[in-house]
C-alpha cells in the first residue's frame, strides 16, 4: 500500500508568488489532515477534510490560504501571495476513520517552502 | 504555556541504555496520546498510541500515561543507533469531529555507539 505523497518536495519562490502544494492521501482514506511546521516550532494543524468537505479549518492563517479537495481524492493547499513568514515545511496526513481511538494518522515526507 | 510540552535535547544515550522521553499537555480533557519518530527529512511515523492511565509495551517501546499529572512518557529499551532520531508528542481531544493533534516541539534523540 502506497503511503502518503506530498508534491513538490521542495519550493522555493519570491514573497509575492503563488505556489501550490499537493498531497496524495492513502487509498481508501476519508479523512485528509495539513499540518505545518515552522522552523524552530512544534507542528501545527491547519485543516481537516473528511472527502471533499472541510470539517475543521480553525488552524488556517489567514485568506492567504486556500486548501480544496475536489472529488475527495486528493488535496491542494495554495499560498496566494505568499509571505515571508509562510517559510516553513507543510505535512499531509490522512487516516481512515475519525472519532475513534483507533483512527491513526499516516504523514507524508512534507513540502519544504522557503520564501524569499 | 504550551498545550503540549517537550524537552528539545539533544539527549544522548549510550547503546543499550534506556532512552527516556518525556512530554506533558495542558489540556485535562486529551484522551489519545501518540508518539512520533521523525527521521531527518522524513515523515513522523507513528510508533505508540496510548488511551488509558498505565504502561502499555510493544517490543522495546513502552508508552506510559498518567493523566492525573497530564504526563506521558515513552521508553526505548536496547537503544540502537537506529533509534537516533527526534520523537513528537502528540494529543488529541476527544470531540467528534475535531480529529486534529496538537504536537509538542520534539525531543531530539542520539544513540552514542
Known amino acids: 500500500e502506497a503511503g502518503v505523497t506530498q508534491f513538490p518536495s521542495h519550493s522555493v519562490i519570491e514573497k509575492g508568488q503563488t505556489v501550490t502544494l499537493r498531497c496524495d492521501p492513502i487509498s481508501g482514506h476519508d479523512n485528509l489532515y495539513w499540518y505545518r511546521r515552522v522552523m524552530g516550532k512544534e507542528i501545527k494543524f491547519l485543516l481537516h477534510?473528511?472527502?471533499?468537505?472541510?470539517?475543521?479549518e480553525s488552524g488556517m492563517p489567514n485568506n492567504r490560504f486556500l486548501a480544496e479537495r475536489t472529488g475527495g481524492t486528493y488535496s491542494t493547499l495554495k499560498v496566494q501571495p505568499a509571505e515571508l513568514e509562510d517559510s516553513g515545511v507543510y505535512f499531509c496526513a490522512s487516516s481512515r476513520l475519525a472519532g475513534g481511538h483507533t483512527d491513526t494518522q499516516y504523514f507524508g515526507p512534507g513540502t519544504r517552502l522557503t520564501v524569499l | 504555556q504550551k498545550e503540549v510540552e517537550q524537552n528539545s535535547g539533544p539527549l544522548s544515550v549510550p547503546e543499550g541504555a534506556i532512552a527516556s522521553l518525556n512530554c506533558t499537555y495542558s489540556d485535562r480533557g486529551s484522551q489519545s496520546f501518540f508518539w512520533y519518530r521523525q527521521y531527518s527529512g522524513k515523515s513522523p511515523e507513528l510508533i505508540m498510541s496510548?488511551?488509558?492511565?498505565g504502561d502499555k509495551e510493544d517490543g522495546r517501546f513502552t508508552a506510559q500515561l498518567n493523566k492525573a499529572s497530564q504526563y506521558v512518557s515513552l521508553l526505548i529499551r536496547d537503544s540502537q543507533p537506529s533509534d537516533s532520531a527526534t520523537y513528537l508528542c502528540a494529543v488529541k481531544l476527544p470531540h467528534f469531529g475535531n480529529e486534529k493533534l496538537t504536537f509538542g516541539t520534539g525531543t531530539r534523540l542520539t544513540i552514542i555507539p
Open positions: 496510548i488511551y488509558s492511565n
Open positions: 477534510f473528511v472527502k471533499e468537505s472541510k470539517q475543521d
